[in-house]
């Protein structure tokens, strides 16, 4: 909402008059010159003090809400929600009309949002060059069939570089374009690599190159590479990263921190304006280890 017709004219009202707020769990509303505001102290973080000494693990429902006339007490000093308990319930009941409509429920009571379904999808679409997708709402690959679509332009001159990947020198997958060939590797905690490769050479022109994943079992699988239509590799990979892939994130069109890829340094960029599109479809039910993606979710920071 614009402010800019308040710049020439002091007196000018707000067009803005009702504003919904939420941040790790605290709560907010602004409505017509009042403000109720509740303050939500997370679970789990030592040393971090809440300014009313409330419980860490208090129900949202039974905090205390807090009222002020923003438009006399801008600085929020003079908290009337004993004097206007009314205007606070209808404030509080507004608050939860517009959270729900916005999207902002369920609330969480933690310092993040972990495996947040509302990032899931069946379908990624995603252009070269942007930056790292953190790994709690890139595509959950892990212990499933998935299919990855690259729609390139392959000149004379060839093309090179990595298409899409996730993790680290750590563990972590990537699909890439090498000696004019595609490429698919599946580094396992660095402890196992597991490489398919295409048996001919990318041919000159516009082409969509797919990589097919296809589980086998738990966590293990067959992939079969394509240019267009036509299968051009396939390999096994008999084992895959079971829980996460690392703080680095998924990245488009080329490599991030330390390379997936064994002997292939970061950024490993793909040939510019070769590239329009990567595509990413998960397929079937995904596996979570609910231990495991807790024990990631408390050491990740």
Known sequence: MSFAHTLGDAKAQSKHVTQCYEMLGSRA??????KAVVFHQLPGLPGVPSYDGSDP???FDVEQWELYHV????AETNDLA???AEKLQEMIALWWDLADKQQIL?????P???GDKRYRQERYEYRPGIGAIPPLVAPNLRNRSFEILAEVTVPATGVEGAIIAQGSGAGGYAVYVKDKRLHYVHNFLDLYYFSVSAEVDLPVGVHTLRVEFNSTGRFKGEVNLYYDDLPVGSGAIPATVPVFFGVFGLTVGYLRGSSVIRGVASPFT???SALQRVIVVPAGRSWRDPQG???VASATQ
């Not at 509303?29 to 009042?34: A, R």
């Not at 369920?106 to 933690?110: E, I, K, V």
Request: glycine letters at 6%; proline letters at 3%; a negative charge.
């Open 112 to 114: 993040g949002r972990f």
């Open 29 to 34: 509303l602004y409505h017509d010159g009042w």
């Open 71 to 74: 438009e006399k007490d801008i």
């Open 270 to 272: 793909f040939t510019e």
């Open 82 to 84: 004993r004097e206007h």
């Open 106 to 110: 369920p609330l969480n009571n933690q």
């Open 293 to 295: 993606d807790e024990r």
């Open 57 to 59: 693990n208090i129900s």
